[in-house]
């Protein structure tokens, strides 16, 4: 695989199935001329894309099998039923060392558990999480966990925030990144007891981040921080609550042009502005769950999305498998976890000691 | 008070003080005229700016106190000093019957603190919510809870339904109002244990409303249901993370508009829809965290409100006020935990019978 990189693709997975992973790994393959693909799924179905595109049938090998994991299987049976599915094959050929990443469309529960119980957490990490890039007014910056861990406990969170700034360091290229646990106030005193930990520990440890506090919902979008911690529910609504006040914000913006003839006109002057707009925050651009702290690489596209949304989600992969980020993620784990066991021995000696007594 | 509506104001609160509270007082007393106030702080300070509104001093009284709650205490500091804050005698008066409604622009958690240790809770209600109304594409709809309780288990969330929907009906007006679960996915089997005991409660249970599932981010701001329930964490999280993203899409909006002439002279042109588009977005139209479940009305204006936005505070309190939603509540309240007790008699009767035995 000198020079090259394999992705290995779950062509089955997503609302499109094919017709956005053969397109979209043609366009990725435009951008980034090093790419290889493994294509697992149907090869009726994609023989017959794949030789619309030439330049891309000539980097891909399809592997063919009947079975695929259903948008709706409960994450249990597709682990015991999928053993043949596209998914799990595609999984396979990253721990079988055929592939340096594999990037799915399908299930997110299916694709996690599988991933999981496959490609193991690297050593340190309790649970993997799912990242993402984000838009904000100058930068583009680190969210996690969107949707893998419904509850975290402090050292989860600590773990996310370490996963967070490799990221951001190893992969986007910040030299030190802020990062910040996501919670309802600023002040010392507010949240869950999980998150006063997790920043207590953050304060103490040295990291390849800079932790920068406690932030709320509006610093997301807003760019306060490079890297946003939290748990995987709260992340999820975010995300989700964000994506849609942006639709809300673009369709009344288009309800309002209508309204009279002089600010049709207005936008039809304005038509290339409003569209950078649009293409800054098109959600496509940061389509790509990376599945952080697992030990290889795996993206998770947007079910929904189209050729372009799904080859971003290629490149996404691409770059963490490129940049090594598994490598550093776990020596940086292993440095904090020396650190962590220095401090508990120094404060277990200061118990021991016994203490002078106070005339 | 026959036929007025008397509002208790804490005129020390939020960031401007008495400079938003007076001037918003007047605004809101032009849009309802048969308000009446009575207001809590420095006279010093209110009586000059009072001078300026005539028709507003006509119809408002000031109770001198030199003490207020500082933006930074912690409530239990707040409830124990604060007995002479502004804060707290206008709650008072609430309570001693003086005025229909307090509103205050201080410290949330010192606010929440006072009001429930001196108006109660109603009979039924284990603990407030802070509820809000939010613009979506087509209509106004009420969340709750906004940061009142980090944690929440079935039967809080329940009651917070009921909140909602009697809110939703009574005073916005809507027969039968949807309400949805803030979740990760719309599946029975996503999310904390929590919300789905409160969904099966909510699905076998009457009340003023119509359980419409579970419901993801996105929806909020689409307005998929009238009422969004979910604990106060990730409600407080979603509604600042949605108040971000509006101001980033109008911000990076201006910098595209600017970044050539032809989108200028277009924007110029289109400035009465762009306007339009700011106005119906605008936070201080839905201005005032209302304290729903407590023996008393009391709505929180934000604490960096202009005048205007005190306005609307004011107004949603007055509201509350005149369509005797406490009532309406307590009301609804009693009739679902009857149901609920001959819920739960039916199922131990049935447990208690002997069961037949198959031959």
Not at 315 to 338: G, P, S
């Amino acid at each position: 695989m000198s020079g090259h990189l394999t992705i290995a693709l779950d062509a089955m997975g997503g609302d499109l199935g094919p017709e956005a992973v053969v397109p979209g790994a043609a366009l990725a393959l435009q951008k980034k001329k090093n790419l290889r693909f493994m294509m697992y799924g149907d090869s009726k179905k994609i023989e017959p894309l794949l030789a619309q595109y030439p330049k891309l049938a000539k980097v891909s090998v399809v592997h063919h099998t009947d079975f695929a994991v259903s948008p709706h299987e409960k994450p249990g049976v597709a682990l015991r039923a999928g053993r043949h599915s596209s998914m799990r094959l595609a999984i396979n050929a990253v721990s079988e060392k055929q592939a340096h990443c594999v990037v799915s469309g399908g299930n997110t529960g299916a694709l996690m558990a599988m991933a999981k119980m496959v490609l193991k957490c690297l050593p340190g990490i309790e649970r993997p999480a799912i990242a993402s890039l984000l838009p904000t007014v100058d930068k583009e910056i680190v969210m996690l966990d969107l949707g893998a861990n419904l509850e975290c406990n402090s050292e989860m969170l600590v773990q996310f925030a370490i996963l967070g700034s490799v990221y951001a360091r190893v992969v986007r290229g910040h030299s030190q990144p802020s990062v910040g646990l996501l919670n309802i106030g600023s002040e010392d005193a507010k949240g869950h007891e999980e998150i006063r930990e997790a920043a207590a520990i953050l304060g103490r440890i040295q990291f390849p981040g800079k932790y920068a506090g406690f932030i709320e919902g509006n610093d997301i979008p807003m760019g306060t921080v490079d890297v946003v911690v939290t748990d995987g529910f709260t992340g999820n609504v975010a995300l989700k609550t964000a994506e849609g006040v942006s639709k809300l914000m673009t369709t009344v913006l288009k309800k309002k042009l209508k309204e009279s003839p002089l600010a049709m006109f207005g936008a039809f002057l304005a038509m290339g502005a409003l569209k950078k707009l649009k293409a800054e925050m098109d959600p496509r651009r940061y389509n790509g769950g990376m599945f952080l702290g697992l030990d290889g690489v795996c993206v998770k596209s947007h079910g929904g999305m189209d050729a372009f949304g799904f080859s971003n989600a290629i490149l996404h992969a691409a770059e963490i498998a490129d940049k090594n980020f598994n490598v550093r993620v776990a020596a940086e784990i292993a440095e904090v976890m020396a650190q962590e066991q220095r401090i508990k021995a120094e404060i277990s000696s200061e118990i021991d000691e016994p203490k002078e007594m106070v005339s």
